[in-house]
């Protein structure tokens, strides 16, 4: 049992000032050994020297290994995740949920960390800064207002800044143990293509399913006691869903799953897309509708459909889904300390005045593109497939008709403009369908796996919560 030395009753007062703590530094973070910080947990003051007063000291509510997590590190996370689901327009849990929910986040992230350091995974500053910018670009901001706005919401840029590129870490270290070992056998492709076959001649393959789950989790090697205690906790939170309780707020209080947080949405998935546990029983339910007890090696899930959307099975029979692939070819100007978004964006409507001349493309690109692999052949990309480029370059790339130039747009990697010079139907791409049938495999293998890489590192890893009730007060 771990000691519960920190009580929860004063973080939950220590939450009113988060706001405030999320723009501070911690002058002195705590990383130590397990055994040299249980002193420092239970006493939030130490004794200074008599010629100074008391210095505090930040509390540490948990251990992982040789790193640790403390009060100030967990309140800024609050802070941070109550302002994204705010801005994301979903419900706040209450903060007793919320708070051991964030610190659970916080404890598996940090067990991925460590692996990350251990294999060498980092994220340089230039990928970081392309990623935020590319934030700031989705939300049709450039960086500066990015950061304005995150300050009104009362959001430290530092601590976002940290955030994403503990992220991305996360995400490399996550492709480099988990995803990059996923194995699918032909077998597997040909059987998928096959119920693909007989879900479009019903329709089902144009069906999309907005789903919430609920995981009660078990244990990587969980025993007969783990089992029948999750079991029981299972049953009794779907005893209470089916007497009225809110889905999402009992996902947010209890679920295990990656989701938690978002109320276990799942968001719109088409078939195959969906966990293949519980495939067919969302398939059968109907909207509103709660499932039974799902049994899977990470636990026992709770799904609820709650609403579906696509055409019918008439409309799926007569319409052919086309796979249209694009050529075309490119100019990036990418920005820097010296060049930024306006920049950037002037050189390119400088460039595009120059093409509505007559000067040549191909030429352009040589001279000014900083995509050098592809300026050599004039900007040219090859023929694209529906997947390959980047969401914001395939969307502007699918929108602009052939033999024109598109206005600068931005993506991850800078701005650009482009020029679509011929598609055609690959339909009929015998190759095609099967890697995207590969790649739909290794996405929906690559969630279950996820999920029990996570609890198997979070049970190898030396955790100890120092949060847990306040002690009774001493009778006089």
């Known amino acids: 049992m771990p000691r519960l030395t920190l009580s929860i009753t004063t973080l939950l007062l220590s939450l009113a000032s988060a706001h405030a703590l999320a723009a501070e530094a911690v002058t002195t973070p705590v990383k130590a050994q397990a055994k040299a910080t249980t002193k420092a947990a239970g006493s939030p003051v130490v004794a200074a020297p008599a010629s100074t007063a008391p210095v505090a000291l930040d509390r540490i509510v948990a251990i992982v290994n040789d790193d640790v997590i403390t009060e100030r590190e967990l309140l800024r996370q609050m802070a941070l995740i109550s302002n994204q689901l705010r801005a994301n327009k979903r419900p706040l849990p209450p903060t007793d949920v919320l708070l051991p929910q964030v610190l659970d986040q916080m404890v598996t992230q940090l067990a991925e960390l460590q692996i990350a350091k251990r294999a060498g995974v980092t994220v340089d500053d230039l990928s970081l800064d392309n990623t935020l910018r590319g934030i700031a670009s989705d939300n049709g901001m450039s960086v500066e207002q990015f950061r304005e706005a995150l300050a009104k919401e009362g959001t430290s840029w530092g601590d976002f800044r940290e955030q994403i590129r503990r992220e991305i870490t996360i995400n490399r270290v996550q492709k480099r143990e988990v995803i990059d070992r996923i194995q699918i056998s032909d077998k597997e492709i040909d059987d998928a293509m096959n119920v693909k076959r007989g879900q479009q001649k019903t329709g089902q393959a144009n069906m999309e399913y907005h789903v919430r789950q609920i995981l009660i989790a078990l244990p990587e090697s969980a025993t007969p006691e783990d089992i029948a205690k999750a079991r029981s906790k299972a049953e009794n939170t779907l005893q209470a869903l089916r007497a009225g309780g809110d889905f999402a707020a009992m996902a947010a209080s209890v679920s295990g799953a990656r989701d938690a947080l978002e109320g276990g949405d799942l968001g719109w998935r088409s078939a195959e897309n969906l966990p293949s546990i519980y495939t067919e029983a969302v398939m059968a339910m109907q909207p509103g509708q709660i499932s039974e007890l799902i049994r899977s090696p990470s636990g026992f899930h709770i799904v609820q459909l709650e609403e579906t959307r696509g055409a019918s099975a008439s409309a799926a029979n007569t319409q052919d889904v086309k796979l249209i692939e694009t050529h075309a070819r490119h100019i990036l100007i990418q920005t820097s300390d010296v060049v930024n978004d306006d920049e950037a964006r002037r050189r390119l409507e400088d460039i595009r005045q120059r093409l509505t001349k007559g000067e040549e493309f191909a030429v352009l690109a040589k001279t000014y593109s900083n995509d050098k692999g592809s300026a050599e052949r004039g900007g040219d990309l090859g023929w694209a497939r529906p997947g390959m480029m980047v969401e914001e370059f395939e969307r502007v790339m699918n929108s602009t008709p052939k033999g024109q130039v598109s206005a600068p747009?931005?993506?991850?990697?800078?701005?650009?403009?482009?020029?679509?010079?011929?598609?055609?139907?690959?339909?009929?791409?015998?190759?095609?369908?099967?890697?995207k049938t590969r790649e739909g495999l290794t996405r929906r293998r690559a969630e279950e796996e996820l999920e029990r890489w996570q609890r198997r590192i979070r049970d190898e890893a030396y955790v100890e919560i120092l949060l847990g009730a306040a002690p009774a007060p001493a009778k006089p």
């Open 409 to 435: 747009f931005r993506s991850q990697f800078g701005w650009h403009i482009l020029e679509v010079l011929e598609t055609r139907d690959a339909s009929g791409n015998v190759e095609f369908l099967r890697q």
